[in-house]
T-cell receptor
Framework: GESVGLHLPTLSVQEGDNSIINCAYS??????FIWYKQESGKGPQFIID?????DKRQGQRVTVLLNKTVKHLSLQIAATQPGDSAVYFC??????????FGKGTRLHILP | DAGVIQSPRHEVTEMGQEVTLRCKPI?????LFWYRQTMMRGLELLIY????????DSGMPEDRFSAKMPNASFSTLKIQPSEPRDSAVYFC?????????FGSGTRLTVV
């Protein structure tokens, strides 16, 4: 699938290093947040989620941090691999179950 | 589970023609969403359904766009008449409540 191309921020990370992708969300009433990964030619794929009553959640090689005070979300990927190259979207859910996506960040892995 | 199934995968049509995109959600998921993705605007929510009922269609760009969900296992997004600016990748996603599962998308090109 297409992703926002020309205007996407890009993060370049050395293979094996940790990646941190940041996101600012807009609605203080949002109660659920999700990170998605989109590879070229594919639809967004769920990575990890977090509810607003938590500030940290860990998965396999990924951690999401939520700071509600400043409406900030981050995704940390440990030991970045070539397969992590993709566009990453944060998304927030409004209380009516509508999920709104951010613009995305392209993660580029350096050999 | 085959996931969310969209058809066609690619569609090329002439300006003024009617286009119908199809989606089969995951069985048991009670919410269905249609998104459009372009380079300039990223992922935009067009409309979503809950238990086959349209809940929010505020993202539908114009009256040329319409969506239906006649039953729990099928939804369509129709554009009539189509215009070149409708060219994008259209994604369908379904959810049981919480994170979404996306289909592979339909790449629409209107010439």
């Amino acid at each position: 699938g297409e992703s926002v191309g020309l205007h996407l921020p890009t993060l370049s990370v050395q293979e094996g290093d940790n990646s941190i992708i940041n996101c600012a969300y807009s609605n203080s009433a949002s109660d659920y947040f999700i990170w998605y990964k989109q590879e070229s030619g594919k639809g967004p794929q769920f990575i990890i989620d977090i509810r607003s009553n938590m500030d940290k959640r860990q998965g396999q090689r990924v951690t999401v941090l939520l700071n509600k005070t400043v409406k900030h979300l981050s995704l940390q990927i440990a030991a970045t691999q070539p397969g992590d190259s993709a566009v990453y979207f944060c998304a927030e859910r409004y209380r009516d179950d509508k999920i709104i996506f951010g613009k995305g960040t392209r993660l580029h892995i350096l050999p | 589970d085959a996931g969310v199934i969209q058809s066609p995968r690619h569609e090329v049509t002439e300006m003024g023609q009617e286009v119908t995109l199809r989606c089969k959600p995951i069985s048991g998921h009670n919410s269905l969403f249609w998104y459009r993705q372009t380079m300039m605007r990223g992922l935009e929510l067009l409309i979503y359904f809950n238990n086959n009922v349209p809940i929010d269609d505020s993202g539908m760009p114009e009256d040329r766009f319409s969506a239906k969900m006649p039953n729990a296992s099928f939804s369509t997004l129709k554009i009539q008449p189509s215009e070149p600016r409708d060219s994008a990748v259209y994604f369908c996603a379904s959810s049981p409540g919480g994170g979404y599962t996306f289909g592979s998308g339909t790449r629409l090109t209107v010439v």
